[in-house]
């Protein structure tokens, strides 16, 4: 009985129902909007550190000044004794790259990091890249636009640098605008790991890192670590969480944070907006409650008549919220909005914006509503029912 009347009386009042379910339904789609843009920012940084900058697993020295052997037979049979997915070597150095062509308006040289990789061990970096050929040739390099730029060179110019061999002459092979762009990549420059490791170490096997996909929890530290032991004395395994590039990820932490805290307080914010409004559309009813009293219902029947309103017009606004956010999500995702070049870029970078759905997202902040609506507005609401018949008349 008191569902149906509460129905009957939110229908009559429907102007202050209305309010409540507008408000309700902005606060769930701001909020389900911003966690799915979380999503999207924490799928994007997961795409760069586990696909083109790192993997589950890096294999280092275990100082600077070190350097891992890795032949083809070391690297084989790390990936089967392991049972892991892909096992990649690399070399990473700092260099200095320096147009021989270069006018007075360039700089004399770029500092760069060269990254030195098996072409077909790398499809997530060479596809990132755009690189089209099978395999890298020596004696070329490929160029992130950014650093064609600073130098002022095109595809087929050359480039030089200093190695242990000497002076080395590189011939640009590609300039590359990274499908998933970030200041990290803007000073990269991708070449044969072979070739590099020859110019470098005097030594094609010699790499600086090597990356492991596949394995994790701390059964697998224990295997890999075991086989790097055996590998290589002077090498250590760190988690990705471990590495120094995974400070990557840090960007998207902040915009984590940010976005859920802003729209969190801009939740509560409404919620309690929304104990003003209904309290005030209760004060201006007294005489409907003193009817209701007359004809014998209790304090306490009054109050959760009135609260039944509440949940009937938060659930109206909620489930309204749920369906203007999936619209909302769809059309953002149909758009293809690109993020390149934008406010969304977040220095990890992105690509095309695309919302995540997150279901369980949906129910944080209707549970959340309630709560807080619930505590704070029992109290005032059952005191007013609990005001004797005369003085309701009198409030009237």
């Given at each position: 009985?008191?569902?149906?009347?509460?129905?009957?009386?939110?229908?009559?009042?429907?102007?202050?129902?209305?309010?409540?379910?507008?408000?309700?339904?902005?606060?769930?789609?701001?909020?389900?909007?911003?966690?799915?843009?979380?999503?999207?920012?924490?799928?994007?940084?997961?795409?760069?550190?586990?696909?083109?900058?790192?993997?589950?697993?890096?294999?280092?020295?275990?100082?600077?000044?070190?350097?891992?052997?890795?032949?083809?037979?070391?690297?084989?049979?790390?990936?089967?004794?392991?049972?892991?997915?892909?096992?990649?070597?690399?070399?990473?150095?700092?260099?200095?790259?320096?147009?021989?062509?270069?006018?007075?308006?360039?700089?004399?040289?770029?500092?760069?990091?060269?990254?030195g990789i098996d072409v077909e061990h790398e499809p997530d970096l060479v596809n990132n890249f755009g690189i089209d050929a099978e395999d890298l040739?020596?004696?070329?390099?490929?160029?992130?636009?950014?650093?064609?730029?600073?130098?002022?060179?095109?595809?087929?110019?050359?480039?030089?640098?200093?190695?242990?061999?000497?002076?080395?002459?590189?011939?640009?092979?590609?300039?590359?605008?990274?499908?998933?762009?970030?200041?990290?990549?803007?000073?990269?420059?991708?070449?044969?790991?072979?070739?590099?490791?020859?110019?470098?170490?005097?030594?094609?096997?010699?790499?600086?890192?090597?990356?492991?996909?596949?394995?994790?929890?701390?059964?697998?530290?224990?295997?890999?670590?075991?086989?790097?032991?055996?590998?290589?004395?002077?090498?250590?395994?760190?988690?990705?969480?471990?590495?120094?590039?995974?400070?990557?990820?840090?960007?998207?932490?902040?915009?984590?944070?940010?976005?859920?805290?802003?729209?969190?307080?801009?939740?509560?914010?409404?919620?309690?907006?929304?104990?003003?409004?209904?309290?005030?559309?209760?004060?201006?009813?007294?005489?409907?409650?003193?009817?209701?009293?007359?004809?014998?219902?209790?304090?306490?029947?009054?109050?959760?008549?009135?609260?039944?309103?509440?949940?009937?017009?938060?659930?109206?606004?909620?489930?309204?919220?749920?369906?203007?956010?999936?619209?909302?999500?769809?059309?953002?995702?149909?758009?293809?909005?690109?993020?390149?070049?934008?406010?969304?870029?977040?220095?990890?970078?992105?690509?095309?914006?695309?919302?995540?759905?997150?279901?369980?997202?949906?129910?944080?902040?209707?549970?959340?509503?309630?709560?807080?609506?619930?505590?704070?507005?029992?109290?005032?609401?059952?005191?007013?029912?609990?005001?004797?018949?005369?003085?309701?008349?009198?409030?009237?």
């Amino acid at each position: 009985m008191n569902l149906r009347f509460s129905i009957l009386d939110a229908f009559y009042y429907r102007r202050e129902a209305v309010g409540v379910v507008i408000q309700v339904m902005m606060g769930i789609l701001i909020f389900v909007i911003a966690l799915s843009f979380v999503a999207t920012v924490r799928s994007n940084s997961d795409d760069l550190l586990f696909g083109t900058v790192g993997g589950h697993w890096l294999i280092q020295p275990q100082t600077k000044q070190d350097v891992l052997s890795a032949n083809s037979a070391t690297l084989a049979s790390l990936k089967q004794s392991s049972d892991v997915s892909t096992v990649r070597a690399r070399v990473r150095t700092t260099l200095s790259l320096t147009n021989p062509n270069q006018d007075n308006t360039r700089p004399e040289s770029v500092s760069v990091t060269a990254v030195g990789i098996d072409v077909e061990h790398e499809p997530d970096l060479v596809n990132n890249f755009g690189i089209d050929a099978e395999d890298l040739e020596e004696n070329t390099v490929v160029l992130t636009s950014h650093v064609a730029e600073q130098l002022g060179v095109q595809k087929g110019d050359q480039v030089t640098f200093s190695g242990s061999t000497g002076m080395i002459v590189l011939t640009v092979f590609a300039i590359s605008e990274p499908q998933l762009p970030s200041f990290i990549l803007d000073s990269w420059v991708v070449m044969d790991r072979s070739f590099l490791a020859r110019c470098i170490y005097n030594d094609e096997v010699r790499v600086s890192e090597i990356l492991v996909d596949g394995l994790e929890g701390s059964d697998a530290r224990q295997t890999l670590t075991a086989l790097v032991n055996s590998l290589d004395s002077s090498a250590k395994l760190l988690s990705w969480h471990e590495a120094s590039w995974a400070s990557l990820g840090l960007s998207a932490t902040i915009w984590t944070v940010l976005l859920l805290s802003v729209s969190t307080v801009v939740f509560l914010f409404i919620c309690l907006g929304l104990t003003s409004l209904v309290y005030a559309a209760l004060l201006s009813r007294v005489g409907d409650i003193a009817m209701i009293k007359a004809a014998g219902a209790s304090s306490t029947r009054t109050t959760i008549f009135y609260f039944i309103q509440i949940l009937i017009q938060y659930a109206v606004g909620y489930l309204l919220g749920v369906c203007v956010s999936l619209i909302v999500m769809t059309i953002v995702n149909i758009s293809e909005i690109s993020s390149s070049n934008s406010a969304f870029t977040f220095a990890l970078g992105s690509h095309d914006l695309r919302l995540t759905f997150v279901w369980w997202v949906f129910l944080i902040p209707f549970g959340l509503g309630m709560i807080v609506s619930c505590i704070v507005l029992w109290r005032p609401v059952h005191k007013v029912c609990s005001y004797p018949l005369l003085d309701l008349l009198e409030m009237r």
